[in-house]
């Protein structure tokens, strides 16, 4: 456990790299959303936050300075870093590799822990535990190390069959294979193809479900044998993984799973990679000792997440400690069977009438206008997009968000305007703002070919409003 693993050199070049393309998306992410979302005139200041919340229940580096340059000092570095680890130049020593990845994780560490409710998605721990394990990878002139591997192997397994324990204790669909009947016209963003999905035979669907049993609940077993038998596990979960990609948006979920499977595949699997393998050493004795140092801390940590996987009441995407080292996931432990759309209109009129205009504000990925194509987004994250798919299934006092946003349409906000994909009044704010409750479905193939709609919508009820600025 404590040897050079030269064999899986090719598989460490392609995990930094593909790490570092996913820490870059989501600090764009960051770079673009966090000021609108969580500044300090955000839907849900960060200010607030940290005046409430103590620094050791959610350490972050914008305690010390909770202010819009900071965060967008901080998400652009972010970027800046991300690139070097993509490049592979912080690769030339173990110590600067380690200080690239740490200062990624300290940074992104930063914006989930003060990040609310906007950054409490499981792929946001999931990025961070992916972050903290690479600080140890080593030089490239070193060959990584087997233990090293060993903790992105029990990595994965949690990921995968921690999803899998979710399901089977969930929502009943997935026990009678249903759920797939429901699940791409609701989940949270669909794409162009989730319409194709949908409409597949449900004898498919009922497949699909057993398929995604197989894969969360019994291959991650696999993760843990000997060559080849780990590999072809992880090319399975990689397959797994892609057709969730083509099939709906679900952030960097897919995509980071698929790089956590990139250390089980053996190196020779991969040696069509253009880049030459160099002249390795073995891992320094200090380098051993660190990553030695490593695997006890995640064993430690790791009690919790294995007590919650055993548990029937188990919980999905959680951390027990606020670093976010070692972590427990899962996902779509229950499905929706009926599409709920929030739809935000306004109008210039003083008082509504029987005549009042409304017009619609469209958002850049969330179902809106039934004749726009569904948007493909992933690995970019709409976070208020995903939020709205949650206000959707309960009240507007159940997220407090939702207040600012109203007030921030009534004022005309330019940074929360830069969130959607158009403003209907761009000349001048609107009087009133209301949002009203719709179902969803996707039109059948017949519907689609006479009308050329993705969606069929019915109005439900009203949401909320109408309200004015004089209201707010």
């Excluded at 609940?217 to 590999?231: D, E, K, N, R, T």
């Excluded at 009133?432 to 689609?448: D, K």
Aim: aromatic share 14%; charged share 15%; glycine share 6%.
């Amino acid at each position: 456990m404590f040897d050079a693993a030269p064999g899986y050199w090719y598989s460490r070049f392609l995990l930094e790299r593909a790490l570092a393309l996913i820490y870059l998306v989501a600090f764009l992410c960051a770079a673009n959303q966090f000021v609108p979302l969580l500044g300090e005139h955000g839907l849900l200041p960060v200010t607030r936050f940290v005046r409430v919340v103590p620094f050791r229940a959610s350490p972050s580096l914008f305690y010390a300075a909770p202010t819009d340059r900071a965060f967008t000092l901080a998400a652009w570095a972010g970027v800046a870093l991300s690139v070097v680890a993509l490049s592979g130049y912080a690769e030339r020593s173990t110590a600067l590799a380690a200080a690239v990845w740490a200062l990624l994780w300290l940074l992104y560490l930063s914006f989930v822990n003060v990040g609310q409710t906007f950054y409490g998605f499981g792929w946001e721990t999931l990025l961070l535990e992916c972050g903290f394990l690479a600080m140890f990878a080593g030089a490239a002139s070193a060959a990584p190390t087997t233990l090293w591997l060993w903790l992105w192997r029990w990595l994965l397994f949690r990921v995968m069959f921690g999803a899998g324990l979710i399901k089977l204790r969930g929502d009943e669909c997935w026990r009678n294979l249903t759920c797939l009947d429901s699940y791409f016209e609701t989940q949270p963003i669909p794409n162009a193809l989730s319409w194709y999905f949908h409409w597949l035979p449900p004898n498919v669907h009922r497949v699909g479900v057993a398929i995604n049993h197989v894969v969360e609940l019994a291959v991650p077993f696999a993760y843990f044998a000997p060559q080849p038998v780990a590999s072809i596990a992880a090319v399975v979960t990689i397959a797994f993984q892609l057709t969730l990609i083509v099939s709906g948006n679900l952030s960097w979920l897919n995509w980071i799973t698929i790089v956590i499977c990139v250390p089980l595949i053996d190196g020779r699997w991969l040696s069509w990679l253009p880049v030459q393998v160099p002249p390795l050493d073995a891992a320094p004795f200090a380098s051993r000792a660190t990553v030695a140092a490593l695997a006890a801390v995640v064993a430690a940590l790791s009690v919790n997440p294995v007590v919650n996987m055993l548990s029937p009441a188990q919980v999905m995407n959680t951390s027990f400690e606020p670093l976010h080292i070692t972590n427990t996931y899962g996902a779509f432990g229950s499905i929706t069977r009926v599409r709920r759309e929030i739809v935000i209109e306004g109008t210039a009129d003083q008082e509504p009438t029987a005549t009042t205009v409304w017009r619609e504000y469209e958002f850049k990925g969330k179902p809106g206008d039934p004749s726009r194509r569904p948007a493909q987004i992933a690995p970019y994250h709409l976070r208020l997009d995903w939020l709205m798919w949650f206000a959707a299934m309960s009240t507007p006092d159940d997220h407090p968000w939702f207040f600012g946003l109203i007030e921030k349409l009534l004022r005309g906000d330019r940074s929360t305007l830069g969130l959607l994909a158009s403003n209907p009044f761009p000349e001048a704010p609107p009087r009133l703002v209301r949002a009203s409750y719709y179902e969803y479905r996707f039109t059948t193939p017949e519907e689609r070919r006479t009308t050329g709609h993705w969606w069929k919508r019915e109005p439900i009820e009203s949401y909320f409003g109408p309200v004015s600025l004089r209201e707010r």
